[in-house]
Protein backbone atom coordinates (compact mmCIF):
# COMPACT_ATOMS: atom_id res chain seq x y z
CA UNK A 1 0.00 0.00 0.00
CA UNK A 2 1.06 3.34 -0.90
CA UNK A 3 0.07 6.75 0.24
CA UNK A 4 -2.31 7.21 -2.93
CA UNK A 5 -3.78 3.54 -1.98
CA UNK A 6 -4.17 5.21 1.72
CA UNK A 7 -5.85 8.07 -0.12
CA UNK A 8 -7.79 6.05 -1.61
CA UNK A 9 -9.05 3.73 1.58
CA UNK A 10 -10.29 7.56 3.24
CA UNK A 11 -13.68 7.75 2.83
CA UNK A 12 -15.10 10.78 0.60
CA UNK A 13 -16.39 12.58 4.18
CA UNK A 14 -12.72 12.95 5.12
CA UNK A 15 -11.73 14.45 1.81
CA UNK A 16 -9.81 17.03 4.12
CA UNK A 17 -7.78 14.52 5.21
CA UNK A 18 -6.62 13.11 1.76
CA UNK A 19 -5.72 16.54 0.43
CA UNK A 20 -3.40 16.99 3.67
CA UNK A 21 -1.81 14.32 3.52
CA UNK A 22 -1.12 14.74 -0.41
CA UNK A 23 0.30 18.50 0.55
CA UNK A 24 2.08 17.53 3.19
CA UNK A 25 3.75 14.82 1.39
CA UNK A 26 4.77 17.45 -1.18
CA UNK A 27 5.65 20.07 1.69
CA UNK A 28 9.55 20.69 0.88
CA UNK A 29 10.19 22.93 4.42
CA UNK A 30 11.51 20.22 6.10
CA UNK A 31 14.66 18.35 4.30
CA UNK A 32 13.46 14.27 3.07
CA UNK A 33 15.10 12.47 5.98
CA UNK A 34 12.84 14.79 8.55
CA UNK A 35 9.61 14.96 6.72
CA UNK A 36 9.54 11.11 6.03
CA UNK A 37 11.37 10.26 9.61
CA UNK A 38 8.23 12.16 10.55
CA UNK A 39 5.72 10.81 8.55
CA UNK A 40 7.33 6.89 9.49
CA UNK A 41 7.45 7.60 13.51
CA UNK A 42 3.61 9.24 13.48
CA UNK A 43 2.89 6.40 11.52
CA UNK A 44 4.10 4.01 14.26
CA UNK A 45 2.54 5.82 16.65
CA UNK A 46 -1.00 5.69 15.47
CA UNK A 47 -0.48 2.18 14.91
CA UNK A 48 -2.81 1.03 12.36
CA UNK A 49 -1.87 -1.06 9.97
CA UNK A 50 -2.52 0.62 6.66
CA UNK A 51 -1.00 3.82 7.87
CA UNK A 52 1.99 1.49 8.96
CA UNK A 53 2.30 -0.20 5.65
CA UNK A 54 1.42 2.98 3.65
CA UNK A 55 3.91 5.11 5.46
CA UNK A 56 6.50 2.45 5.02
CA UNK A 57 5.87 1.70 1.58
CA UNK A 58 6.72 5.23 1.05
CA UNK A 59 9.78 5.45 2.50
CA UNK A 60 11.60 2.36 1.77
CA UNK A 61 14.04 4.20 -1.23
CA UNK A 62 13.89 7.17 1.06
CA UNK A 63 15.19 6.71 4.50
CA UNK A 64 18.92 5.14 5.26
CA UNK A 65 17.93 2.25 7.73
CA UNK A 66 19.59 4.12 10.60
CA UNK A 67 16.85 6.57 9.99
CA UNK A 68 13.90 3.84 9.93
CA UNK A 69 15.22 2.57 12.60
CA UNK A 70 15.51 6.30 14.81
CA UNK A 71 11.82 6.94 13.45
CA UNK A 72 10.92 4.03 14.42
CA UNK A 73 12.38 4.12 17.97
CA UNK A 74 11.12 7.35 18.95
CA UNK A 75 7.54 6.12 18.34
CA UNK A 76 8.48 3.34 20.90
CA UNK A 77 10.33 5.09 23.32
CA UNK A 78 7.69 7.84 23.17
CA UNK A 79 5.22 5.33 23.17
CA UNK A 80 6.53 4.85 26.63
CA UNK A 81 7.71 8.28 27.94
CA UNK A 82 4.75 9.95 27.00
CA UNK A 83 2.17 7.62 29.31
CA UNK A 84 5.25 7.96 31.94
CA UNK A 85 5.58 11.90 32.13
CA UNK A 86 1.97 12.67 31.35
CA UNK A 87 1.77 10.77 34.42
CA UNK A 88 3.98 12.68 36.36
CA UNK A 89 3.00 16.17 34.69
CA UNK A 90 -0.89 15.76 35.47
CA UNK A 91 -0.56 14.35 38.99
CA UNK A 92 -1.80 16.65 41.96
CA UNK A 93 1.18 14.95 44.48
CA UNK A 94 4.50 16.54 43.59
CA UNK A 95 6.88 14.04 44.80
CA UNK A 96 6.54 12.32 41.77
CA UNK A 97 8.76 15.57 39.89
CA UNK A 98 11.48 14.49 42.02
CA UNK A 99 11.67 10.87 41.73
CA UNK A 100 13.95 9.54 38.90
CA UNK A 101 12.45 7.96 36.32
CA UNK A 102 13.94 4.66 36.30
CA UNK A 103 12.89 3.55 32.66
CA UNK A 104 15.59 2.85 29.81
CA UNK A 105 15.75 5.42 27.04
CA UNK A 106 18.97 5.10 25.97
CA UNK A 107 18.18 5.56 22.35
CA UNK A 108 17.27 9.44 23.05
CA UNK A 109 21.39 9.64 23.82
CA UNK A 110 22.00 7.86 20.81
CA UNK A 111 19.63 7.33 18.05
CA UNK A 112 22.05 6.78 15.16
CA UNK A 113 20.68 10.07 13.37
CA UNK A 114 20.88 13.58 13.33
CA UNK A 115 19.79 14.93 17.48
CA UNK A 116 17.41 17.16 15.98
CA UNK A 117 15.96 14.89 13.62
CA UNK A 118 15.25 12.54 16.39
CA UNK A 119 13.68 15.24 18.39
CA UNK A 120 11.42 15.98 15.85
CA UNK A 121 10.44 12.71 15.59
CA UNK A 122 9.64 12.59 19.15
CA UNK A 123 7.40 15.92 19.44
CA UNK A 124 5.36 14.51 16.04
CA UNK A 125 4.69 10.92 18.60
CA UNK A 126 4.33 13.12 21.70
CA UNK A 127 1.61 15.61 20.04
CA UNK A 128 -0.26 12.31 19.18
CA UNK A 129 0.07 10.99 22.23
CA UNK A 130 -0.98 14.01 24.24
CA UNK A 131 2.03 14.64 26.62
CA UNK A 132 2.68 18.12 27.06
CA UNK A 133 5.59 18.23 28.93
CA UNK A 134 7.51 15.97 26.03
CA UNK A 135 6.06 18.36 23.34
CA UNK A 136 7.57 21.47 25.66
CA UNK A 137 10.76 19.40 26.07
CA UNK A 138 11.14 18.53 22.75
CA UNK A 139 10.27 21.40 21.69
CA UNK A 140 12.50 23.43 23.20
CA UNK A 141 15.27 21.51 22.19
CA UNK A 142 14.24 22.06 18.60
CA UNK A 143 14.94 25.67 19.14
CA UNK A 144 18.53 25.13 20.65
CA UNK A 145 19.05 23.22 16.95
CA UNK A 146 18.11 26.15 15.02
CA UNK A 147 14.86 24.42 13.82
CA UNK A 148 12.06 26.91 13.04
CA UNK A 149 8.69 27.29 14.40
CA UNK A 150 7.75 26.68 10.66
CA UNK A 151 9.67 23.35 10.29
CA UNK A 152 8.29 22.06 13.97
CA UNK A 153 4.83 22.78 13.07
CA UNK A 154 5.05 21.09 9.66
CA UNK A 155 6.05 17.73 12.19
CA UNK A 156 2.90 18.39 14.06
CA UNK A 157 0.87 18.73 10.85
CA UNK A 158 2.16 15.39 9.39
CA UNK A 159 1.66 13.89 12.74
CA UNK A 160 -2.19 15.29 13.49
CA UNK A 161 -3.23 14.36 9.60
CA UNK A 162 -1.95 10.82 9.86
CA UNK A 163 -3.60 10.86 13.84
CA UNK A 164 -7.02 11.91 12.21
CA UNK A 165 -7.05 9.30 9.41
CA UNK A 166 -5.95 6.55 11.58
CA UNK A 167 -9.08 7.31 13.89
CA UNK A 168 -11.18 7.61 10.56
CA UNK A 169 -10.30 3.89 9.22
CA UNK A 170 -10.53 2.39 12.58
CA UNK A 171 -13.83 3.59 12.87
CA UNK A 172 -14.90 2.50 9.28
CA UNK A 173 -13.36 -0.70 10.59
CA UNK A 174 -15.74 -1.23 12.99
CA UNK A 175 -18.31 -0.42 10.91
CA UNK A 176 -17.52 -3.03 8.30
CA UNK A 177 -16.92 -5.97 11.22
Not at 52 to 75: F, G, H, M
Not at 154 to 168: C, D, K, M, Q
Request: aromatic share 6%.
Amino acid sequence: MSLEALKTAVPEYAKDLKLNLSSLARETILDDQKKWGTFLASAHAVGVPAVVRAVEAEIADTLSPEAISAAKSAAAIMGMNNVYYRFVHLSSAKDYKTLPAKLRMNVIANPGVDKADFELWSLAVSAINGCGACIDSHEAELRRHGVSAEQIQTAVRIASTLNAIAAVLKAESALAA
